[in-house]
Structures are given as structure tokens and as C-alpha cells.
């Protein structure tokens, strides 16, 4: 379906996008013809994702940002914009989460995660739709959500509560822009092994077996196929799909993809102790 010309010409935007999914977006989206941005907080990060994609900088640039900040978002855009004299498309994948009873969350950790996936999206989403508002041009918008955005998913409720809000901006800005040629979707992901997720959400092999067992398909995701789907929206083979949340994750909705999972086989109290093993773990490592 893909030729190498399918996203030609194009510069799409991807926020988290050093690492991860972000970054194997980037790569298909380079694979079809685009140029990208690549966003993230992390310059190191950057440097090392534009090593991995083997660029040269000419069609791959970097832009340290923190998507949490709207005057930060609105500089990098115009920066981009002054750079490459367009975007087409942006990618809202940075996210941030991790398990942590509810009862245990400091209203930072939930500001926190909020912020990032919900905030975030909101930024970047305004500073580029205003931008092609203004200039009457057409543009795409693809956002990240989850396969608990519709029913929650226990122990992690900032990130549940903030991809819920994606799907609800993605729905509404669907709408409110279509008549300006501004398409706005949503994919939900389930599991695809990255370092970032696998690291704060499926940190042992019980849980990934468990895991893997609620899935129809009974395997992960490939990035590829995550991938492929971001062309599809992000190009012109699909003018008339907007608004939309397509779930790509074997089918794990369906059987009520979500963390509910871990209480059928841990007790309370041991997870907790799991949660506070994971929280000192990350803050060690930073
Ligand atoms: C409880 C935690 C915590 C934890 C941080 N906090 N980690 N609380 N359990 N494990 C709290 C801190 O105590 C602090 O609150 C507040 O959150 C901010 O923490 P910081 O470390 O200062 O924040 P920051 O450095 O900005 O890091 C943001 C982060 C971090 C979200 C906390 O995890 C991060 O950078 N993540 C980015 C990558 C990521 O998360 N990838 C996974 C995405 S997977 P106090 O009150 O103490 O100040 C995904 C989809 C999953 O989204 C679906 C898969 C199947």
C-alpha cells in the first residue's frame, strides 16, 4: 500500500520522539519519503535517536522541548517552521507513567503525568492547528491513547484520566477542524515492548507471561505495525477518517485491555510494596 513516496515532501513532527515508539515512527516515517522533528526533553536522547535513524541531520532534526510548557512548544514550532518552511503533520506521543496505588499518589506524580500526556497534547495540537488556521493550510494531527482510555485501568489513574482526555480533545478537535482540512485521530496502542513502558509497567517475567495470556493474538506488538498505521492516518490514503481511535493491540480492548489484571493475581499489599520497589528504582536511576 506504502511507495516511497507516500508521506514525500512532508515534515511531521513527533513529540517523544528519541526513544520508544516515537522513534520507530519517525523511522517509518522517514521510510516513506517525510522529514521529521524529533521532540523530546532529553538532548543525549536526541543525539543518539538521529545516530540510530543513521541521518545526517538534513532530514531528521532535533529540537530539545518539554512539552509541558506552551511558550516552549510555541518557539520550537516557529523554529521548525522558519527551519523546514512547513509541518504537516504532528505526532502527540510523549508520555509519561508509571504504577502507583491511588492512595499513595502525591498530587505532583498526578500533575506530573497529566501535564505531559494531556497538557502536552493540548499544546501542541493548539500551537500547529492555530498555525494552519491562520495560513489556510491542511494538516494532521495523531494522538496516543491507551486501551484503558475508555474504562480506566487500576494503579495508574493519572495516565488513564489523561489519555481518557486525549481521546475527548481528539474527538472534539475532529470535529471543530474538520471544515478547515485539519484531520485529528487517534490510535490506541496495547502492549509493544519499548524500555520506557516495559520498565515501570511489565518489570518481571510473571507479569509479561500474565499479560501476554489476556491478549487474543497472545504476543506483543511489533513497532512496525504501530508504525505502519501512523502513515496510513498521518497520509493522504486516509482523507476521510477523523476523529477516530483505532485500537491496534490484537484485539486486547475487547477482553478489557487494562493493569485491572494484577489484582486477580497479587495481593493488595504486595503490589504495593512492588510499586514503592519500582518508584525508588527509577529515582535511583536518574
Ligand atoms: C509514584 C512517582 C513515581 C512512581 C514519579 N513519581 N515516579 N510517584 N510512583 N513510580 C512522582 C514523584 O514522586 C514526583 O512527585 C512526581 O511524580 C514527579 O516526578 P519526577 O521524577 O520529578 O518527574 P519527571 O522527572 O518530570 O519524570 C516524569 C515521569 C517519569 C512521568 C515521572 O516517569 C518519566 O519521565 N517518564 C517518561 C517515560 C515514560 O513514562 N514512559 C512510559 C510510557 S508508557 P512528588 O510529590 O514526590 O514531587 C505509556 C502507555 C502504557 O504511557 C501502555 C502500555 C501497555
Known amino acids: 500500500m506504502f511507495s516511497a513516496e507516500t508521506l514525500q515532501g512532508k515534515h511531521i513532527v513527533v513529540t517523544g520522539g528519541g526513544s520508544g515508539l516515537g522513534l ?7 521510510s516513506v519519503g517525510a522529514s521529521v522533528s524529533l521532540i523530546g526533553r532529553n538532548r543525549a536522547r536526541l543525539e543518539q535517536a538521529l545516530k540510530d535513524l543513521g541521518g545526517d541531520g538534513t532530514r531528521v532534526l532535533l529540537h530539545p522541548c518539554d512539552v509541558r510548557s506552551y511558550e516552549e512548544v510555541q518557539n520550537t514550532f516557529s ?72 474504562f480506566g485501568s487500576a494503579f495508574v489513574l493519572p495516565s488513564a484520566c489523561a489519555k481518557a482526555g486525549v481521546h475527548a480533545l481528539t474527538q472534539t478537535l475532529g470535529v471543530e477542524w474538520a471544515h478547515h482540512g485539519i484531520r485529528v485521530n487517534a490510535v490506541a496502542p496495547g502492549p509493544f515492548p519499548t524500555e520506557g513502558a516495559w520498565s515501570r509497567l511489565i518489570p518481571d517475567e510473571k507479569i509479561e507471561q500474565r499479560y501476554k495470556r489476556l491478549l487474543p493474538t497472545r504476543r506483543f506488538g511489533e513497532k512496525s505495525e504501530l508504525a505502519n498505521l501512523a502513515i496510513f492516518l498521518l497520509s493522504d490514503l486516509s482523507p476521510y477518517i477523523t476523529g477516530e481511535c483505532i485500537y491496534i493491540d ?27 520497589g519500582l518508584k525508588s528504582k527509577s529515582q535511583a536511576q536518574k
Open 24 to 30: 520507530e515512527m519517525a523511522r517509518g516515517f522517514l
Open 79 to 150: 523554529s521548525i517552521v522558519e527551519h523546514t518552511g512547513r509541518v504537516d503533520g504532528v505526532v502527540n506521543n510523549a508520555a509519561g507513567n508509571f504504577y502507583c496505588a491511588s492512595e499513595d499518589l502525591t498530587s505532583n506524580g498526578f500533575r506530573t503525568v497529566v501535564d505531559i500526556v494531556l497538557q502536552g497534547t493540548f499544546n501542541w495540537s493548539q500551537v500547529f492547528g492555530s498555525y494552519l488556521i491562520e495560513h489556510s493550510l491542511p494538516g494532521s494531527i495523531l494522538n496516543i491513547v491507551a486501551t484503558y482510555s475508555h
Open 250 to 276: 490484537g484485539g486486547e480492548h475487547l477482553r478489557g485491555g487494562s493493569f485491572n489484571f494484577l489484582l486477580e493475581y497479587f495481593e493488595p499489599e504486595d503490589l504495593k510494596k512492588m510499586f514503592r
